[in-house]
Nanobody
Framework: QVQLVESGGGLVQAGESLRLSCAAS????????MGWYRQAPGKQRELVAS???????NYADSVKGRVTISRDNAKNTLYLQMNSLESEDTAVYYC???????????????WGQGTQVTVSS
């Protein structure tokens, strides 16, 4: 059983910062690409940023320059540092990870339960 648990969401004012964390636990052999997605009310879930096991990053155009994704492979933890937050960043943020539970199994996608980020203008 694998669990992804996000933390760090909350209510902030425009221009402020937040740091999200996502800890993976359970039966884990390897974690490959990890990412943060978000879903605003009435909108589809979208990719915010992703990072490979080797550290290659990818960002949505809407957050480039304001957001930094990072990971600690030793701790199986993913981070998202968000600066200069805007009201448009208001959404539920979800952690995603491609995880192989044993060497004999292919990797699967796992999702966290989500953490709410609300930015007031």
């Amino acid at each position: 059983q694998v669990q992804l648990v996000e933390s760090g969401g909350g209510l902030v004012q425009a221009g402020e910062s937040l740091r999200l964390s996502c800890a993976a636990s359970g039966s884990i052999d390897s974690i490959y690409t990890m990412g943060w997605y978000r879903q605003a009310p009435g909108k589809q879930r979208e990719l915010v940023a992703s990072i490979t096991r080797g550290g290659t990053t990818n960002y949505a155009d809407s957050v480039k320059g304001r957001v930094t994704i990072s990971r600690d492979n030793a701790k199986n933890t993913l981070y998202l540092q968000m600066n200069s937050l805007e009201s448009e960043d208001t959404a539920v943020y979800y952690c995603n990870a491609q995880i192989r539970t044993t060497i004999l199994r292919p990797m699967n996608d796992y999702w966290g339960q989500g953490t709410q980020v609300t930015v007031s203008s």
